[in-house]
């Protein structure tokens, strides 16, 4: 009797001390991050047969286990994955907020400026010193939109800078969690692995930070494999695969994800990941790259309409006027719009023919064996046609896309190179003229559309025209739209032309005929008029002292529609870019503090869970005392008993 009396002492001993050790560490570990509370599982010995009667035979602790509930644990992991994907957009858009009002004004600023001293130079066109303060501030616009597009830019390089660090943290999470679940399957059982566990979740919420996280149990083994963005493995059991960041294919500086497991390399969809990278991807691909677009196109339609007007007009030397602006058709900058894969043999000229036309956005050129394929960024396709010199070509959005030489492709293989007509005309734009005789304000030409024409044409003046040809005229479209009728206003008679034809495609030249077999070429009339389509010409001598028609003309582009499909002026396109980044960062803010909210109540549902109550573990701790102290006495009854047996005997 009394050595039963000492095994179920000790077995009371043995279970009050695991319950003070499991208190104890729960006390210890309360502000331990991830930490879940544990609770030990006791259990009655089975009972023993004796006489007539089962009798007890003490307790074990059969189990300690983790107050965890996976379903409010992976809640939790979500809406981490959420608030840190959407604090970091945030984070973002206010800078790029802050650029917009701040540094990228500027760019409109010096723009108004421009137009301003243009306004006053029409007053007296042939001051020097109000035509140098033109210049002076045409070159500061340029110079402002460089200084915006480098801004823009070393933003987008922090940017991969940053997804380069992140990527550090996630392959080192992997490969803890690897070495995890390598201690995981060393262990004889999950008894004692709470710990482990634990660890391992506090882990995976920090790899939630970055990316979206999916975890799966792997059948018959305490390892997890643990799955990133939309399917991607990072962690199999007990290997990790790696994340790099690798230059994008054309364009090297879009810089994307890979998934790098031994030689194998795997691009990871940016769409798809969630968390800060992908926050950052989606900022820095659809934010950052339309900001540069957009002060791209505001940049290429400020410089084509100066040059175009400058170069209708006549300057203070009886000149005909030069580009205010570097061409916006450059050689150079009709390559740079093509950006080739590496080591294609390709030769691909993008030229800008129609400023109102031009898209925001990249295009690709998909080139087989024998055919070429533009796709645009609603995923329209425009075939490429061999044109009069045997040259691929296409025309869409303004654009003209040559290719000069193609690639050299066997059957079967593709290229394709990506099409970015907008990204540098910010940082490439500068002022070609520096003499102040040198600007056009003169104009000999001036054009005046009617209001009831449905084309878009436009005209322009012929390169040196005669002062012969000076006068009052309005041309005329026939109802077929293919012949051209000028009429001499203050005879009220045709003009005789080399010409007559029209192209609704191609245009046409408008030349005087003088003799039997001479002409003078007077005016080009472009592509895109209709039928009836009618404009009232004033045509002046070549050089005329005093002339500011041209200098009118400047100002009024200031407010002219002539972007954007006749929806926008140049400073349109700012405030539309300014409006865009704030309503972005507006709307970042609601849903952060929206994601913050679900955050805090996952949080809230674990803590409740899991989290350690110091009350409940000091009340335990003072209850399982009494419990050792009483079983120790179980062992001094019983031993005391069995002295006294002895003795009787």
Same mark, same amino acid.
């Given at each position: 009797?009394?050595?039963?009396?000492?095994?179920?002492?000790?077995?009371?001993?043995?279970?009050?001390?695991?319950?003070?050790?499991?208190?104890?560490?729960?006390?210890?570990?309360?502000?331990?991050?991830?930490?879940?509370?544990?609770?030990?599982?006791?259990?009655?010995?089975?009972?023993?047969?004796?006489?007539?009667?089962?009798?007890?035979?003490?307790?074990?602790?059969?189990?300690?286990?983790?107050?965890?509930?996976?379903?409010?644990?992976?809640?939790?992991?979500?809406?981490?994955?959420?608030?840190?994907?959407?604090?970091?957009?945030?984070?973002?858009?206010?800078?790029?907020?802050?650029?917009?009002?701040?540094?990228?004004?500027?760019?409109?600023?010096?723009?108004?400026?421009?137009?301003?001293?243009?306004?006053?130079?029409?007053?007296?066109?042939?001051?020097?010193?109000?035509?140098?303060?033109?210049?002076?501030?045409?070159?500061?616009?340029?110079?402002?939109?460089?200084?915006?597009?480098?801004?823009?830019?070393?933003?987008?390089?922090?940017?991969?800078?940053?997804?380069?660090?992140?990527?550090?943290?996630?392959?080192?999470?992997?490969?803890?969690?690897?070495?995890?679940?390598? &201690?995981?399957? %060393?262990?004889?059982?999950? +008894? !004692?692995?709470? @710990?482990?566990?634990?660890? #391992?979740?506090? /882990? *995976? $919420?920090?790899?939630?930070?970055?990316?979206?996280?999916?975890?799966?149990?792997?059948?018959?083994?305490?390892?997890?494999?643990?799955?990133?963005?939309?399917?991607?493995?990072?962690?199999?059991?007990? &290997?990790?695969? %790696?994340?790099?960041?690798? +230059? !994008?294919?054309? @364009?090297?500086?879009?810089? #994307?994800?890979? /998934? *790098? $497991?031994?030689?194998?390399?795997?691009?990871?969809?940016?769409?798809?990941?969630?968390?800060?990278?992908?926050?950052?991807?989606?900022?820095?691909?659809?934010?950052?790259?339309?900001?540069?677009?957009?002060?791209?196109?505001?940049?290429?339609?400020?410089?084509?309409?100066?040059?175009?007007?400058?170069? #209708?007009?006549?300057?203070? $030397?009886?000149?005909?006027?030069?580009?205010?602006?570097?061409?916006?058709?450059?050689?150079?900058?009709?390559?740079?719009?093509?950006?080739?894969?590496?080591?294609?043999?390709?030769?691909?000229?993008?030229?800008?023919?129609?400023?109102?036309?031009?898209?925001?956005?990249?295009?690709?050129?998909?080139?087989?064996?024998?055919?070429?394929?533009?796709?645009?960024?609603?995923?329209?396709?425009?075939?490429?046609?061999?044109?009069?010199?045997?040259?691929?070509?296409?025309?869409?959005?303004?654009?003209?896309?040559?290719?000069?030489?193609?690639?050299?492709?066997?059957?079967?293989?593709?290229?394709?190179?990506?099409?970015?007509?907008?990204?540098?005309?910010?940082?490439?734009?500068?002022?070609?003229?520096?003499?102040?005789?040198?600007?056009?304000?003169?104009?000999?030409?001036?054009?005046?559309?009617?209001?009831?024409?449905?084309?878009?044409?436009?005209?322009?003046?012929?390169?040196?025209?005669?002062?012969?040809?000076?006068?009052?005229?309005?041309?005329?479209?026939?109802?077929?739209?293919?012949?051209?009728?000028?009429?001499?206003?203050?005879?009220?008679?045709?003009?005789?032309?080399?010409?007559?034809?029209?192209?609704?495609?191609?245009?046409?030249?408008?030349?005087?005929?003088?003799?039997?077999?001479?002409?003078?070429?007077?005016?080009?009339?472009?592509?895109?008029?209709?039928?009836?389509?009618?404009?009232?010409?004033?045509?002046?001598?070549?050089?005329?002292?005093?002339?500011?028609?041209?200098?009118?003309?400047?100002?009024?582009?200031?407010?002219?529609?002539?972007?954007?499909?006749?929806?926008?002026?140049?400073?349109?396109?700012?405030?539309?870019?300014?409006?865009?980044?704030?309503?972005?960062?507006?709307?970042?803010?609601?849903?952060?503090?929206?994601?913050?909210?679900?955050?805090?109540?996952?949080?809230?549902?674990?803590?409740?869970?899991?989290?350690?109550?110091?009350?409940?573990?000091?009340?335990?701790?003072?209850?399982?005392?009494?419990?050792?102290?009483?079983?120790?006495?179980?062992?001094?009854?019983?031993?005391?008993?069995?002295?006294?047996?002895?003795?009787?005997?």
């Amino acid at each position: 009797m009394a050595l039963d009396l000492m095994q179920i002492g000790v077995s009371g001993l043995r279970t009050s001390q695991k319950q003070l050790d499991v208190a104890s560490h729960n006390i210890t570990n309360v502000n331990t991050p991830g930490y879940s509370r544990q609770v030990v599982e006791q259990k009655a010995d089975d009972a023993q047969w004796n006489g007539n009667s089962y009798y007890g035979t003490g307790a074990y602790i059969d189990n300690v286990s983790r107050a965890y509930d996976q379903f409010a644990a992976r809640e939790l992991t979500l809406s981490t994955t959420q608030l840190e994907e959407a604090n970091v957009k945030q984070q973002h858009l206010a800078m790029l907020d802050d650029f917009t009002s701040k540094s990228a004004v500027n760019s409109v600023n010096s723009m108004n400026d421009f137009y301003h001293s243009v306004r006053s130079l029409a007053d007296n066109p042939s001051d020097l010193g109000s035509r140098q303060t033109v210049l002076e501030h045409a070159n500061q616009a340029a110079v402002n939109l460089n200084n915006a597009h480098e801004t823009l830019t070393n933003i987008r390089t922090d940017v991969n800078q940053q997804l380069s660090v992140s990527l550090d943290r996630v392959n080192a999470l992997g490969q803890e969690l690897a070495a995890v679940n390598t &201690s995981l399957q %060393q262990q004889p059982s999950s +008894d !004692g692995n709470n @710990d482990l566990f634990d660890q #391992q979740r506090t /882990l *995976i $919420n920090e790899l939630a930070q970055y990316t979206q996280v999916t975890v799966l149990a792997d059948k018959g083994s305490l390892a997890n494999t643990v799955i990133i963005g939309s399917g991607d493995t990072l962690v199999s059991g007990v &290997s990790a695969s %790696q994340l790099k960041l690798v +230059d !994008g294919d054309p @364009d090297i500086a879009n810089k #994307q994800i890979a /998934l *790098i $497991n031994g030689n194998n390399s795997k691009p990871i969809k940016s769409d798809t990941i969630g968390g800060s990278l992908g926050a950052m991807l989606t900022v820095r691909d659809d934010v950052i790259d339309e900001s540069l677009d957009k002060l791209g196109q505001m940049a290429i339609g400020f410089a084509s309409q100066m040059n175009d007007l400058q170069q #209708q007009g006549v300057d203070l $030397n009886g000149q005909q006027g030069q580009a205010l602006f570097n061409d916006i058709n450059s050689p150079n900058a009709m390559q740079q719009r093509a950006l080739k894969p590496f080591g294609s043999a390709s030769d691909i000229s993008v030229k800008i023919d129609d400023i109102n036309q031009l898209k925001i956005g990249d295009y690709q050129l998909v080139s087989d064996a024998t055919s070429h394929t533009l796709i645009d960024q609603q995923g329209n396709k425009t075939a490429l046609t061999v044109n009069a010199k045997g040259k691929f070509e296409a025309k869409v959005d303004g654009l003209d896309i040559t290719i000069n030489k193609p690639p050299t492709l066997m059957v079967g293989e593709t290229e394709t190179t990506i099409i970015q007509p907008l990204r540098r005309g910010a940082a490439d734009i500068s002022l070609a003229i520096t003499d102040p005789r040198g600007l056009a304000g003169h104009r000999q030409l001036t054009a005046i559309a009617a209001e009831s024409n449905l084309g878009s044409a436009t005209i322009t003046k012929a390169t040196a025209v005669s002062d012969n040809a000076a006068g009052r005229y309005q041309l005329q479209l026939n109802a077929a739209g293919d012949q051209v009728t000028v009429t001499d206003l203050k005879t009220n008679t045709n003009v005789e032309l080399a010409d007559n034809q029209y192209s609704a495609e191609k245009g046409a030249t408008i030349a005087f005929k003088t003799g039997t077999t001479s002409s003078i070429p007077v005016m080009t009339l472009s592509a895109g008029a209709k039928a009836n389509d009618s404009f009232e010409i004033e045509l002046g001598v070549k050089n005329a002292q005093g002339g500011n028609g041209n200098f009118l003309a400047m100002q009024q582009v200031q407010h002219q529609k002539t972007m954007a499909n006749g929806k926008s002026s140049v400073i349109d396109l700012f405030e539309g870019l300014a409006t865009d980044v704030g309503m972005l960062k507006k709307n970042a803010d609601k849903l952060s503090e929206v994601n913050q909210l679900d955050f805090d109540s996952a949080s809230e549902r674990v803590s409740n869970l899991s989290g350690v109550n110091l009350d409940e573990e000091a009340a335990n701790l003072m209850k399982f005392q009494q419990s050792y102290m009483a079983s120790s006495r179980i062992m001094s009854v019983a031993k005391e008993t069995f002295d006294t047996l002895m003795r009787a005997v």
